[in-house]
């Protein structure tokens, strides 16, 4: 493949069964206009244009941009954007099922002149340096490759230089400056020179740079006299100290070159040097011992004019050359790769032409010497776009001379991402609290990963792993936006249905090959106090009114009736405080707001009435907090109850005595009726055979209802679809629950026993004792 042409692999996508592989190779000139042909594919595919629809056939590429696409109509390959050969790269073709390769070349298209590395190269050449001695140029870039790259130089008219073209290992171009004629500062201090970088496309195009020639000078002029001989007359009695006369002497050189001091040669006698004095600096002569003519007439005096210069000095500075220079590259880059090639050099002598170049330090790169004066500049630790995106390398040149010249040049290296890194969540686990009731749609939080990669290789996309709970799957319940991470509900939860869930959301980036992490997300259903309270006891049939009966007898702080209500919202929520909402007598009666637990205040009077009303609100703990009530009718009433239980008897036997009316008896007055009473009621005290280590005694307070239910320390529960509710209550309250068969009857006997005790009594009253044995009762 020649160097002017760049491949473009495009996948063109047929479903059908057959596996077939062909390539067809397409050329076009790059910038054509949009909706230019390139080639009729189902011609040269051998493919029915009329099924082109209908077996899917599309144009895959893998690119930012799409440049190239197929009408399914007359299987015509045409241009949908102008291609610039210089922004493309290649592409990797991909197919399913039936692949066609095809592949399409851009001829490069001399669109791009050469540029220089420097618009202006400042030399400094002594004007010793030997003929033939050459010095490096800036080179010129061009975009365009092939033949429209740079092809080869040209330097303006000069009779001192000309250049050599040189071939770098890339296949770049170059030039270097040679010096054909020995400079001569004094007649030429500076050369403009022009250089021109011509590339091979037709037409050509081209780019200069500036070369500015500076001669340094040496000291190759010696000082001169303007006269060889000087005559002057004096005067023998001219005083001391009078100017005789100002020798100049002048050097064309430049700096200490021409700097001039003067002194008497070995030819100049004692006498004569006794009697004039020489300024060193200045060359004048003055008049230093007294003159006489009689003793001499003539002094001859030589002058020696000595400038300053030196054979070697270090005037100049060092050369840098870079003459290869990769740039972008992949972050991913292997350590040991070459990525530039500069020379060095120095046109002095000894030490003066001894270089060292070197980069700063701290620098994942390194300098290898691989000829004389030539580096290569190699990558010596990993590369990290994420930590340094770009270097600037900067390149300098240091002679050995005293003091030492330097030069230097920076150049850029930019990295291109590579898909190197998981995209991260700020957090590894997300609690989020929802309210019951939400509104379906509610954004419920934001889940946002970041990826420090770029362009796509950053783009995220969100996704929710599926998981089942309960038959039904998460991407029901919740959705979460692909783009920014947005999680919403899906539905309005219910804390009394759902209370929590646990799933978790994968974050994946759009690299090659993607990259993912995922987060876990615990949901939690807050509760609202949205359910009031349930009564469930006493037992109601219809309504709300209760009807019980207590005995006229009951002692002050005896238990009459409990309520119990249940809640079934969260425990904050299903706090029950009870209220008497309306009672009869205030100072008959009082209320436990915690347990419900009605009692009386004093015992009966013949002033109170017999029926009483009490209206009970149970109503719990939220904001606004929600309630309910009951009506409980009381009748009093002349009779007494005794209960006996035995927790090893399974049955309970009791006996219902009618009352007594003493009146009656009183005014019968009969001996033989009190008899009658007294044999009944020995009869009856030996039928029973209580046991006396285990049976209770009467109870007074035992209440009987119009159904014949008995209430211990609790109120009557007849109604098994409120039992469990009732055990719940009394079990927090840290009792036992114990219901047992009555004989006659499909009755029941509920008591409350504080858990861990054998007896329990009631409060303040002598209330019927249920006897429970550890561990051996029956739970119903």
Same mark, same amino acid.
């Given at each position: 493949?020649?160097?002017?042409?760049?491949?473009?692999?495009?996948?063109?996508?047929?479903?059908?069964?057959?596996?077939?592989?062909?390539?067809?190779?397409?050329?076009?000139?790059?910038?054509?206009?949009?909706?230019?042909?390139?080639?009729?594919?189902?011609?040269?595919?051998?493919?029915?244009?009329?099924?082109?629809?209908?077996?899917?056939?599309?144009?895959?590429?893998?690119?930012?941009?799409?440049?190239?696409?197929?009408?399914?109509?007359?299987?015509?390959?045409?241009?949908?954007?102008?291609?610039?050969?210089?922004?493309?790269?290649?592409?990797?073709?991909?197919?399913?099922?039936?692949?066609?390769?095809?592949?399409?070349?851009?001829?490069?298209?001399?669109?791009?002149?050469?540029?220089?590395?420097?618009?202006v190269n400042h030399l400094d050449i002594s004007e010793a340096t030997p003929k033939g001695e050459r010095f490096s140029l800036s080179n010129a870039v061009d975009p365009d490759v092939g033949t429209n790259s740079v092809k080869t130089y040209h330097l303006s008219e000069s009779e001192y230089f000309n250049i050599e073209i040189q071939t770098g290992r890339d296949g770049s171009k170059f030039a270097d400056l040679i010096?054909?004629?020995?400079?001569?500062?004094?007649?030429?201090?500076?050369?403009?020179?022009?250089?021109?970088?011509?590339?091979?496309?037709?037409?050509?195009?081209?780019?200069?740079?500036?070369?500015?020639?500076?001669?340094?000078?040496?000291?190759?002029?010696?000082?001169?006299f303007d006269k060889a001989i000087y005559n002057v007359n004096i005067m023998e009695n001219s005083p001391i100290g009078s100017l005789i006369i100002h020798l100049t002497a002048i050097d064309l050189d430049e700096g200490s070159n021409s700097d001039i001091t003067y002194s008497y040669s070995l030819y100049t006698s004692e006498k004569t040097q006794q009697t004039f004095n020489l300024n060193p600096s200045t060359g =004048?002569?003055? @008049?230093?011992?007294? /003159?006489?003519? *009689?003793?001499?007439?003539? +002094? !001859?005096?030589?002058?020696?004019? %000595? &400038?300053?210069?030196?054979?070697?000095?270090?005037?100049?500075?060092?050369?840098?050359?870079?003459?290869?220079?990769?740039?972008?590259?992949?972050?991913?880059?292997?350590?040991?790769?070459?990525?530039?090639?500069?020379?060095?050099?120095?046109?002095?002598?000894?030490?003066?032409?001894?270089?060292?170049?070197?980069?700063?330090?701290?620098?994942?790169?390194?300098?290898?010497?691989?000829?004389?004066?030539?580096? =290569?500049?190699? @990558?010596?630790?990993? /590369?990290?776009? *994420?930590?340094?995106?770009? +270097? !600037?390398?900067?390149?300098?040149? %240091? &002679?050995?001379?005293?003091?030492?010249?330097?030069?230097?040049?920076?150049?850029?290296?930019?990295?291109?991402?590579?898909?190197?890194?998981?995209?991260?969540?700020?957090?590894?686990?997300?609690?989020?609290?929802?309210?019951?009731?939400?509104?379906?749609?509610?954004?419920?939080?934001?889940?946002?990963?970041?990826?420090?990669?770029?362009?796509?290789?950053?783009?995220?996309?969100?996704?929710?792993?599926?998981? =089942?709970?309960?038959?039904?799957?998460?991407?029901?319940?919740?959705?979460?936006?692909?783009?920014?991470?947005?999680?919403?509900?899906?539905?309005?939860?219910?804390?009394?249905?759902?209370?929590?869930?646990?799933?978790?959301?994968?974050?994946?980036?759009?690299?090659?090959?993607?990259?993912?992490?995922?987060?876990?997300?615990?949901?939690i259903i807050v509760d609202q106090n949205d359910n009031a309270p349930v009564i469930v006891s006493p037992w109601r049939a219809h309504g709300s009114v209760v009807d019980e009966k207590i005995p006229r007898s009951t002692d002050k702080g005896s238990l009459v009736a409990k309520v119990i209500a249940l809640d079934t919202d969260s425990v904050h929520n299903s706090r029950i405080t009870y209220q008497f909402l309306q009672?009869?007598?205030?100072?008959?009666?009082?209320?436990?707001?915690?347990?419900?637990?009605?009692?009386?205040?004093?015992?009966?009077?013949?002033?109170?009435?017999?029926?009483?009303?009490?209206?009970?609100?149970?109503?719990?703990?939220?904001?606004?907090?929600?309630?309910?009530?009951?009506?409980?009718?009381?009748?009093?009433?002349?009779?007494?109850?005794?209960?006996?239980?035995?927790?090893?008897?399974?049955?309970?036997?009791?006996?219902?005595?009618?009352?007594?009316?003493?009146?009656?008896?009183?005014?019968?007055?009969?001996?033989?009726?009190?008899?009658?009473?007294?044999?009944?009621?020995?009869?009856?005290?030996?039928?029973?055979?209580?046991?006396?280590?285990?049976?209770?005694?009467?109870?007074?307070?035992?209440?009987?209802?119009?159904?014949?239910?008995?209430?211990?320390?609790?109120?009557?529960?007849?109604?098994?679809?409120?039992?469990?509710?009732?055990?719940?209550?009394?079990?927090?309250?840290?009792?036992?629950?114990?219901?047992?068969?009555?004989?006659?009857?499909?009755?029941?006997?509920?008591?409350?026993?504080?858990?861990?005790?054998?007896?329990?009594?009631?409060?303040?009253?002598?209330?019927?004792?249920?006897?429970?044995?550890?561990?051996?009762?029956?739970?119903?």
């Amino acid at each position: 493949m020649e160097s002017g042409i760049r491949y473009v692999l495009l996948a063109l996508l047929l479903i059908i069964r057959k596996i077939s592989t062909s390539v067809t190779h397409y050329s076009i000139p790059e910038e054509m206009k949009e909706g230019s042909v390139v080639a009729n594919l189902a011609t040269d595919l051998s493919l029915d244009v009329t099924t082109l629809n209908q077996r899917k056939m599309r144009l895959d590429i893998v690119a930012n941009k799409k440049y190239l696409d197929v009408n399914k109509e007359t299987g015509e390959l045409y241009i949908v954007d102008k291609i610039d050969r210089e922004n493309i790269c290649n592409f990797k073709s991909s197919a399913s099922l039936r692949i066609f390769n095809i592949e399409v070349e851009i001829l490069d298209m001399n669109d791009n002149a050469p540029q220089f590395r420097r618009d202006v190269n400042h030399l400094d050449i002594s004007e010793a340096t030997p003929k033939g001695e050459r010095f490096s140029l800036s080179n010129a870039v061009d975009p365009d490759v092939g033949t429209n790259s740079v092809k080869t130089y040209h330097l303006s008219e000069s009779e001192y230089f000309n250049i050599e073209i040189q071939t770098g290992r890339d296949g770049s171009k170059f030039a270097d400056l040679i010096l054909k004629k020995t400079l001569d500062r004094e007649q030429r201090a500076v050369h403009n020179l022009i250089l021109t970088a011509v590339d091979g496309g037709t037409p050509a195009r081209s780019g200069t740079a500036s070369v500015i020639v500076r001669v340094l000078d040496t000291n190759d002029n010696a000082p001169t006299f303007d006269k060889a001989i000087y005559n002057v007359n004096i005067m023998e009695n001219s005083p001391i100290g009078s100017l005789i006369i100002h020798l100049t002497a002048i050097d064309l050189d430049e700096g200490s070159n021409s700097d001039i001091t003067y002194s008497y040669s070995l030819y100049t006698s004692e006498k004569t040097q006794q009697t004039f004095n020489l300024n060193p600096s200045t060359g =004048e002569i003055t @008049v230093k011992g007294m /003159l006489n003519y *009689e003793d001499f007439r003539i +002094y !001859d005096m030589e002058v020696i004019a %000595t &400038d300053h210069g030196a054979n070697n000095m270090n005037d100049n500075h060092p050369e840098i050359s870079i003459k290869s220079f990769q740039t972008p590259v992949t972050e991913n880059i292997e350590v040991d790769t070459v990525i530039a090639v500069v020379s060095v050099g120095d046109k002095d002598s000894g030490d003066n032409g001894v270089v060292d170049l070197h980069i700063p330090d701290n620098m994942p790169f390194k300098l290898r010497e691989s000829s004389d004066n030539y580096y =290569e500049l190699v @990558v010596s630790e990993p /590369l990290d776009r *994420e930590k340094v995106p770009e +270097y !600037d390398i900067t390149f300098t040149v %240091t &002679d050995r001379g005293s003091p030492p010249l330097s030069d230097n040049e920076t150049m850029t290296l930019e990295l291109l991402d590579v898909n190197d890194n998981v995209p991260q969540f700020p957090r590894s686990f997300y609690t989020i609290r929802v309210t019951e009731n939400n509104a379906p749609g509610d954004l419920l939080s934001s889940l946002t990963a970041f990826d420090p990669d770029l362009h796509e290789n950053q783009y995220l996309v969100y996704f929710i792993i599926e998981k =089942e709970i309960a038959n039904t799957s998460m991407s029901m319940l919740f959705s979460i936006n692909p783009e920014n991470g947005n999680l919403y509900a899906l539905k309005t939860f219910d804390y009394e249905i759902e209370k929590e869930f646990l799933f978790h959301i994968e974050a994946r980036d759009s690299g090659s090959p993607p990259l993912s992490s995922n987060v876990t997300v615990h949901i939690i259903i807050v509760d609202q106090n949205d359910n009031a309270p349930v009564i469930v006891s006493p037992w109601r049939a219809h309504g709300s009114v209760v009807d019980e009966k207590i005995p006229r007898s009951t002692d002050k702080g005896s238990l009459v009736a409990k309520v119990i209500a249940l809640d079934t919202d969260s425990v904050h929520n299903s706090r029950i405080t009870y209220q008497f909402l309306q009672v009869s007598d205030a100072t008959l009666f009082s209320l436990d707001q915690y347990n419900g637990e009605i009692r009386t205040m004093r015992m009966f009077s013949y002033r109170d009435q017999r029926h009483h009303r009490l209206v009970v609100v149970a109503k719990d703990n939220g904001d606004p907090a929600l309630s309910a009530t009951v009506t409980i009718k009381l009748s009093t009433v002349e009779t007494a109850v005794k209960a006996y239980s035995d927790m090893t008897e399974v049955p309970l036997e009791y006996d219902i005595f009618s009352d007594l009316n003493l009146y009656l008896v009183i005014g019968l007055g009969s001996v033989s009726f009190l008899l009658l009473i007294t044999i009944l009621v020995t009869i009856v005290l030996k039928c029973q055979k209580p046991k006396s280590s285990k049976a209770a005694p009467p109870c007074r307070n035992s209440v009987i209802s119009e159904r014949n239910s008995t209430v211990a320390d609790s109120t009557l529960v007849s109604n098994d679809a409120y039992w469990y509710s009732l055990f719940l209550a009394e079990t927090r309250k840290g009792k036992l629950v114990v219901r047992q068969p009555l004989p006659k009857g499909s009755r029941y006997i509920v008591s409350s026993i504080p858990r861990g005790t054998g007896l329990t009594d009631t409060s303040d009253s002598a209330a019927s004792t249920l006897q429970v044995r550890p561990k051996t009762f029956t739970v119903f």
